[in-house]
């Protein structure tokens, strides 16, 4: 008869199972309402032994979050091929798979509070808005931003979040209908800002210019000529 025998784990190892299993639990309850002892338990070790990897309960809690955040920067990452605002779709319904599968912990991050509201989960933050708008910007083709775009882009990821944020406070919106909304914000917020500078209005015109008759720009078009009418 053969007797199993529990795999002794690497250093490493054992530390990438331990963050896997905070966001596990993350996923369920805030960041503040999971304890060590409970990290522990679910990964099959003693309390003492969770220090030996990290020096305290802040340590895994930011090496988690810092998990999590490149995660969350990854989903914005797509390609540049297509009109804009199919690829901007596409990134909405990873970003939103995101928030769905990680809700408390998105929602404990994003808004602060005692576990997370250090200077290095801050910066952790502010990384994936800035990685967002790094790649916003390179599927706009431009290299040197100028201030109302920059404007315009911030603005919008700033939007999604929030969005996000409402969204999980009791789901009252399909995020089927939230994800489009998202794309038609930024066309939005960008013809706004058109509105006021020719430079935008150019760069405006280079974007729809490809979009297909049942893009969701044009679904946006269409629907605001209805309600004009």
Do not use: C
């Amino acid at each position: 008869m053969t007797i199993g025998v529990r795999r002794r784990m690497g250093v490493e190892e054992r530390r990438q199972q331990l963050i896997g299993v905070a966001l596990e639990l993350f996923s369920r309850r805030s960041p503040d309402e999971v304890s060590i002892d409970e990290i522990a338990s679910a990964a099959g070790i003693s309390r003492p032994l969770v220090y030996h990897y990290f020096p305290g309960k802040l340590s895994l809690y930011e090496a988690a979050l810092q998990r999590a955040s490149d995660d969350l920067a990854a989903r914005f990452v797509e390609p540049h091929e297509g009109p804009l605002g199919a690829r901007l779709l596409r990134v909405m319904r990873r970003y939103f798979d995101f928030v769905d599968e990680h809700g408390p912990g998105f929602s404990a991050l994003m808004r602060g509070g005692p576990a997370v509201g250090s200077s290095t989960t801050n910066a952790l933050v502010d990384s994936v808005r800035q990685a967002a708008y790094v790649q916003i910007i390179s599927h706009l083709g431009v290299t040197d931003p100028p201030a109302r775009l920059e404007l315009v882009v911030r603005s919008w990821i700033s939007l999604a979040e929030s969005t996000a944020l409402i969204w999980l406070d009791g789901r009252r919106i399909p995020r089927e209908e939230l994800e489009p909304q998202l794309v038609n914000d930024f066309a939005a917020l960008a013809a706004v800002s058109a509105a006021y500078d020719e430079e935008m209005a150019t760069l405006l015109r280079e974007v729809v210019k490809d979009e297909p008759a049942d893009g969701p720009f044009a679904h946006l078009v269409g629907r605001l000529i209805a309600l004009a009418s």
